[in-house]
């Protein structure tokens, strides 16, 4: 296959950006290298994912722009609804933490609340961790909060729903001939539950139930619309306000 090929190649341009992404933190996720959680760590080691989720993201968008000719990436009036249940998907996704706050549990993980994601969420991504390693450097700060939220907003929410919504509801359906010949949006329940399943199982299981109710609700928004840019618009508003919680409430862990 030459690159030309390649370029057209739809199923590869739907699936290898996320499969990329994902495998770029493997090393990382499995060994925990390059991490040193020492005092005298360089900023490189004691906070390696502020460097290597950038070059995700890099690898990602670089991706997706090669292959940016196969996707249904066309503005719809649907989009709106997209924003609008981004805002209540996430709602349920942060709603656990949220009433941990309410009950005053503070630093505790009370039992089996935990598993339904009744958690503190206090310890995860804070810019300024980075920034007071720079001597409270403010350019460090919004660097990092910017490249955090474009990796957020736009890369997750496009390298995942042009793989489960794009391809993988597509694939469900018709594996064995032509699946590009299924409409987007077509529903099944095998579509239904093996994209919403898969969804929840890359997440931590912390935000499984959070998962399984923001999964299917983008699985009615993607049925409901017949259209991806509602579905990518749904997933980048929903982290767009996931990110300005976990900013404002101190729920780093969210995210």
């Known amino acids: 296959m030459d690159i030309q090929q390649l370029k057209t190649d739809r199923t590869v341009a739907h699936v290898a950006p996320l499969a990329v992404f994902m495998l770029l933190l493997v090393p990382y996720q499995l060994t925990g290298w390059p991490e040193w959680n020492h005092p005298d760590a360089p900023w490189w080691r004691h906070y390696p994912a502020q460097w290597m989720y950038p070059i995700q993201s890099l690898i990602a968008i670089g991706l997706l722009l090669f292959f940016r000719k196969n996707y249904e990436l066309k503005w719809s009036r649907h989009v709106w609804l997209g924003a609008l249940m981004g805002a209540i998907g996430i709602g349920f996704w942060i709603l656990p933490t949220q009433i941990h706050s309410w009950m005053g549990l503070e630093g505790k993980q009370e039992g089996i609340l935990k598993y339904l994601g009744v958690m503190p969420r206090t310890e995860g991504f804070n810019p300024q961790d980075l920034a007071d390693k720079f001597g409270g450097n403010e350019a460090v700060y919004w660097t990092s909060l910017i490249l955090r939220f474009f990796r957020a907003v736009v890369v997750v929410a496009l390298v995942e729903e042009i793989f489960w919504r794009g391809f993988l509801m597509r694939f469900l359906l018709d594996p ?60 980048g508003v929903a982290n767009l306000i996931m990110g300005w919680y976990a900013l404002h409430f101190a729920k780093y862990g969210l995210w």
């Not at 929840?200 to 840019?229: C, E, N």
């Open 176 to 235: 064995d001939r032509d699946y590009w010949k299924v409409p987007f949006g077509k529903p099944a329940w095998i579509s239904y539950l093996v994209t919403t399943g898969a969804f929840m199982l890359v997440h931590q299981p912390v935000d499984y139930l959070g998962a399984i109710i923001f999964g299917s609700l983008m699985y009615w928004l993607a049925v409901r619309t017949k259209s991806l840019t509602a579905c990518v618009v749904m997933h």
